[in-house]
């Protein structure tokens, strides 16, 4: 039992570590490799995209015209204690062709000899992985919702059959009742017929012993 527990407690580990964590990476962007913090998500690029619209809409940020494949949100404040606003250019990807259902999220991270403080900026490095950081558990919670209304939709489709089912057995019950009545009504007509059968060879008996007379 106690190695049952350590070895879950490791497979967690391993999937928080794997997935929960933001690091330090690069991304390409207009032909070149640039700083940006990378986080590795459980999900598929189209439910990561989904999330972030989600998240950044309901925080009253709305998504522009997508740049050089980056998603764009403009003039945001992803930093509470920072007075300054940022533009944010998200990266979806698919990690590998195997692993279609895990999602590399690049957040870019503009140099900062080339930041412009006062106006619209990057984050930095250290902001942009706490940023990401922030956003894998939006993520996880929408995907939560996605898998509950999935399932949900499942129970529905499972009960809505076994209403069904339900109703073609009450619909057979009534086609049984009148079949088993026919059958009975079928077994007391073929009791008089036999009777009926008797009677005639009976008579059928007397006229030919007549006959012989």
Do not use: C
Not at 20 to 36: F, P
Not at 137 to 142: C, F, Q
Not at 153 to 177: F, I, S
């Amino acid at each position: 039992m106690m190695k049952k527990t350590i070895l879950f407690f490791s497979i967690t580990l391993v999937s928080v570590f794997s997935y929960g964590q933001a690091r330090q990476g690069v991304v390409e962007y207009q032909n070149k490799l640039h700083s940006a913090a990378v986080i590795e998500l459980p999900y598929s690029p189209s439910v990561v995209d989904a999330a972030m619209n989600d998240y950044l809409s309901r925080k009253g940020k709305s998504r522009t015209k997508e740049v050089k494949g980056f998603a764009t949100f403009r003039n945001t404040r992803p930093v509470q204690t920072d007075s300054v606003n940022a533009d944010l250019y998200f990266k979806t990807e698919r990690k590998s062709k195997k692993e279609k259902e895990v999602t590399v999220l690049s957040l870019l991270v503009m140099p900062t000899d080339e930041q412009t403080p006062g106006n619209l900026h990057y984050l930095n490095m250290d902001d942009s992985k706490n940023y990401l950081n922030d956003l894998a558990y939006e993520i996880d919670a929408y995907n939560l919702e996605l898998t509950i209304k999935d399932q949900n939709d499942v129970v529905m489709r499972a009960e809505a059959k076994y209403k069904t089912l339900l109703n073609d057995g009450d619909e057979l019950e009534v086609k049984r009742t009148a079949i088993d009545k026919k059958i009975m009504d079928n077994k007391i007509e073929q009791q008089q017929q036999l009777k009926e059968i008797a009677n005639q060879k009976q008579r059928l008996s007397q006229w030919a012993a007549e006959r012989k007379l």
